[in-house]
T-cell receptor, first 114, second 113 residues
Framework: DTAVSQTPKYLVTQMGNDKSIKCEQN?????MYWYKQDSKKFLKIMFS???????INETVPNRFSPKSPDKAHLNLHINSLELGDSAVYFC?????????????FGSGTQLSVL | GENVEQHPSTLSVQEGDSAVIKCTYS??????FPWYKQELGKRPQLIID?????GEKKDQRIAVTLNKTAKHFSLHITETQPEDSAVYFC????????????FGTGTQLKVEL
């Protein structure tokens, strides 16, 4: 019954590889996000999609490509992984309706690039 | 864009004492201010939020105050307990779902027995 689920929970890979993280929400929300949390715990938004359309795109290297096949799913593909990409990546969702700003986070994906 | 500053970065209190975490924001158009709690190895979870038409909000042992003129808001936790130990994040946005939420840098709260 997990509201926002993301897989995998842990991802260990070599520099230069390509990897994907998947996210799904069953809350009926129309907006989904990717946040990056670095080693200092700083939470920074990367992307946001509303009904499959990109609405927020922060200054993120174009090696990161989000894809939203439908409003319940938002995946993140990362090409040519670098050491600095090591972080915890959180998916989140919310609703566009008035008062729907509360973010529901997934459990996070710990990415380690060796 | 919005900039949210948060302090202190670490806070250690004795069980039963109060804890206060303060944040300032830069964008006067921001009108929604949530607080998230993140326990070690877990996801951030909303604990309380306040909108700009309200100056104070309380929920049991936690309260948030907002000073729009000064552009700062604070989290107050009374009668702290060991399970309050976590990282706390303030955030600000212009409200409405889908608006970008800018987080503060976090405060590591440790409640000692």
């Amino acid at each position: 019954d997990t509201a926002v689920s993301q897989t995998p929970k842990y991802l260990v890979t070599q520099m230069g590889n390509d990897k994907s993280i998947k996210c799904e929400q069953n809350l009926g929300h129309d907006t989904m996000y990717w946040y990056k949390q670095d080693s200092k715990k700083f939470l920074k938004i990367m992307f946001s999609y509303n009904n499959k359309e990109l609405i927020i795109n922060e200054t993120v290297p174009n090696r990161f490509s989000p894809k939203s096949p439908d409003k319940a799913h938002l995946n993140l593909h990362i090409n040519s992984l670098e050491l600095g990409d090591s972080a915890v990546y959180f998916c989140a969702s919310s609703s566009m309706r008035v008062g729907g700003e509360k973010l529901f986070f997934g459990s996070g994906t710990q990415l380690s690039v060796l | 864009g919005e900039n949210v500053e948060q302090h202190p970065s670490t806070l250690s209190v004795q069980e039963g004492d109060s804890a206060v975490i303060k944040c300032t924001y830069s964008d006067s158009a921001s009108n929604y201010f949530p607080w998230y709690k993140q326990e070690l190895g877990k996801r951030p979870q909303l604990i309380i939020d306040i909108r700009s038409n309200v100056g104070e909000k309380k929920d049991q042992r936690i309260a948030v105050t907002l000073n729009k003129t000064a552009k700062h808001f604070s989290l107050h936790i009374t009668e702290t307990q060991p399970e309050d130990s976590a990282v706390y994040f303030c955030a600000a946005s212009k409200g409405g779902g889908g608006n970008k939420l800018t987080f503060g840098t976090g405060t590591q709260l440790k409640v000692e027995l």
